[in-house]
């Protein structure tokens, strides 16, 4: 069974950082894309950032200066280090799993996590 599991969220103050963790089971991790993606209040899920399986990565344009994303094959886990934070990033994040397989013989699929809820706030 394919988890992932988003942890790190919870309030914090604007000009802050925030770093988010995802652990994924059930996946061949290494070879697999993963991806942050965030949905504010009343809006729809937007991207945020992209690393492959090389460790190549990807942010959206209006968040790179302030948002990086990383892996740790050993762990299964990636990364998004928030800094100065703002009001506006305020929303829930989802870890995605990206045309990954489940086995070496498996069709590729995309997976989700349930997200962590990000809120800041003074």
């Known amino acids: 069974q394919v988890q992932l599991m988003e942890s790190g969220g919870g309030l914090v103050e604007p000009g802050k950082f925030l770093k988010l963790s995802c652990t994924a089971s059930?996946?061949?991790?290494?070879?697999?894309?993963m991806a942050w993606y965030r949905q504010p209040p009343g809006r729809d899920r937007e991207w945020v950032a992209t690393?492959?399986?090389?460790?190549?990565?990807a942010v959206a344009e209006p968040l790179k200066e302030r948002f990086s994303i990383s892996r740790d094959n050993t762990k299964n886990t990636i990364y998004l280090q928030m800094n100065n934070v703002k009001p506006w990033d305020t929303g829930v994040y989802f870890c995605?799993?990206?045309?990954?397989?489940?086995?070496?013989?498996?069709?590729?699929?995309?997976?989700w996590g349930q997200g962590t809820q990000v809120t800041v706030s003074a």
């Open positions: 995605k799993a990206a045309g990954a397989r489940r086995s070496p013989s498996s069709r590729p699929a995309d997976y």
């Open positions: 059930g996946i061949i991790f290494s070879s697999s894309p």
């Open positions: 690393i492959n399986s090389g460790g190549v990565t």
